[in-house]
């Protein structure tokens, strides 16, 4: 925050020393201000039928969420912070972001040959397996990166990227160098571009390259791991670097990106020097009424933080895709996957059809169909010798070959959706699902504590337009599964008065459970109201406990009984 106050002081100070004949107002004049705000604030209620009780809740029955981010620009100049405050941290939030302050703060300057930001930033480089730093609100994830970022646009179709800086990790201190410090180079070559013969060219292709280093401090440690201390010698310099394409010709486009990284022991790998790979893949063709994407991944021990002890999502640098679809039913969601670092393999296909109106198929009012299948299974792996396991500590963990494919299954979906328009005032969505779901795996229990679930999902989605402004929406779902906590089913109705109101009441049922006594519905009302930017929403019922994902990156959100308020802004 000293910072902070000391460039703002500076930028005014120019200002001020501008000439005489130069007023404030002309010198503020164009400049703008915009900002966002968001606020969660949840009032809990014991709960015995959940397991909720007030040791649970540790006697703070009532939390909040809460950031103002201001921005503000004149000219190529920009500034801006963001206020967050947890008080203390809703449940399924970690503890450790207990407290209010200023985690982000910068400043830029930007001209058509270069750009300069200095203090807290995000970046993206290619698709992300080398670095990406960004922040999801739902998931209380922030690894933004303290420090300095210079982008240089040397000549149309050139993008040069260089940053420096030091992630965030909580409310921790940047001086404190546990973390280490990230370094990082990137290059975009947009050929069709910088040459022009190639400028109206049907074939369109990009190169791109990466190289990142993450150094910490300390190159021996010791770690203690089944009773016993094991005195390692650690890489203090980390480099990942690596490659990427994106070429477009006609209707298709292909995106491919390898990723490198030199051995990196640390908690998430059991600490083994095997180095790591990645790859992913994503082949895509689209027109009028049809669209295919192909993707694919491998992903071999890439884990890669700025701090080698975090096992959780915290200071990653680097991104590892999701290939498997992210649904937003609420039964459809309940068994999500989340990217395994130290080694997945995996395919995805989707097949996007709209048939128009008065076709055969179609209609007079046209009908869409979505097809999708995705799966991931493990690495084949196997023994570096015979005096040694897979993953021992120490040793270079195992041997993999490139895209070796394992037996186990992590995750697999295939779903199919039919969305029809009947008539001006109706329409349907209707989803089909069958999933795999390796509880053991994705959620990190050990061996045999759940095992595989194997559930059948189905979800009709109803709309009614009664007027211009009144809609009533239906939605029933069923979940069935032999396994984990047995069959759901649920339902949900919303009533909109646009563009202003909305009611909605959701009822979540595991009427298939072993246990009668947890055969429990898990209820809600809400209701909300919004007026231009600012929209304020309040619900009250019983959440179930669950993973929420967004692009792989996971939370546990535990069961909760009680009312939330929602407000949100922007200017």
Request: aromatic share 14%.
């Amino acid at each position: 925050m000293k910072k902070l106050i000391f460039l703002l002081s500076g930028v005014f100070g120019m200002l001020l020393s501008a000439p005489t004949g130069l007023k404030a107002q002309d010198l503020l004049k164009g400049s703008e201000v915009h900002g966002s705000m968001q606020a969660d604030a949840s009032y809990y209620l014991t709960d015995p039928k959940t397991g909720i009780y007030d040791t649970t809740l540790a006697g703070k029955l009532i939390r909040m969420n809460g950031f103002t981010e201001v921005n503000y620009s004149l000219g190529n100049f920009t500034a801006g912070l963001r206020f967050e405050a947890y008080l203390p941290p809703l449940t399924g939030y970690d503890l450790q972001y207990n407290g209010v302050g200023v985690p982000y703060w910068y400043a830029s300057y930007k001209t058509d040959f270069i750009e300069i930001t200095a203090g807290n930033f995000y970046e993206q480089f290619g698709y992300g397996m080398m670095l990406r730093t960004y922040q999801e609100w739902t998931l209380g994830y922030d690894n933004s990166l303290r420090g300095l970022r210079v982008k240089i646009m040397p000549s149309k179709g050139i993008t040069l990227k260089g940053v420096y800086g030091v992630q965030r990790y909580y409310w921790v201190p940047y001086a404190d160098y546990n973390r280490g410090i990230v370094k990082g180079f990137d290059a975009d070559f947009y050929l069709n571009d910088i040459f022009k013969s190639l400028n109206d060219a049907k074939v369109k292709l990009t190169l791109g390259g990466s190289f990142v280093s993450d150094y910490q401090n300390g190159s021996t440690k010791d770690i203690p791991y089944n009773g016993k201390i094991y005195a390692m010698k650690l890489p203090e310099n980390v480099s990942n670097y690596g490659g990427r394409f994106l070429l477009n010709i006609g209707n298709f486009s292909w995106f491919t990106e390898y990723a490198h990284k030199i051995n990196d022991p640390s908690a998430t790998n059991n600490y083994i020097y095997k180095n790591g790979d990645g790859l992913f893949t994503n082949l895509a063709f689209s027109k009028t009424g049809l669209g295919i994407t192909v993707m694919s991944k491998w992903i071999d021990n890439m884990s890669y933080k700025s701090d080698r002890s975090v096992i959780n999502n915290m200071v990653n640098i680097n991104y590892l895709p999701s290939i498997t679809k992210e649904h937003s039913y609420a039964l459809a969601s309940m068994y999500p996957y989340s990217t395994r670092p130290n080694g997945e393999v995996g395919i995805s296909g989707t097949v996007d059809i709209h048939f128009p109106k008065n076709s055969a198929l179609g209609g007079k009012t046209g009908l869409s169909i979505a097809a999708n299948f995705s799966q991931v299974n493990g690495l084949k792996k196997s023994q570096v010798n015979d005096s040694t396991y897979i993953g021992q500590i120490g040793t270079l963990g195992y041997n993999s070959s490139f895209f070796g494919i394992g037996k186990d299954v992590y995750y697999q979906d295939g779903n199919i959706e039919v969305t029809k328009k009947f008539d001006k005032k109706w329409k349907g969505i209707f989803t089909y699902l069958y999933q795999t779901y390796d509880k053991d795996v994705v959620e990190g229990h050990a061996t045999g504590t759940f095992g595989t679930i194997y559930s059948q999902i189905g979800i009709a989605d109803v709309t009614w337009k009664i007027t211009d402004k009144h809609t009533l929406r239906w939605e029933v779902q069923g979940l069935w599964t032999k396994q984990d906590k047995g069959d759901w089913v649920a339902g949900l109705v919303e009533f909109t008065v646009s563009p202003d109101w909305f009611v909605s009441v959701m009822d979540q049922y595991n009427y298939g459970n072993s246990s009668a006594s947890q055969r429990l519905n898990y209820y809600t009302i809400s209701a909300g109201y919004t007026n231009h930017s600012t929209r304020v929403a309040l619900s009250y019922g019983r959440q179930r406990e669950g993973i929420i994902c967004v692009g792989g990156v996971c939370r546990f959100v535990p069961a909760t009984n009680g009312m939330t308020l929602t407000v949100t802004s922007s200017f």
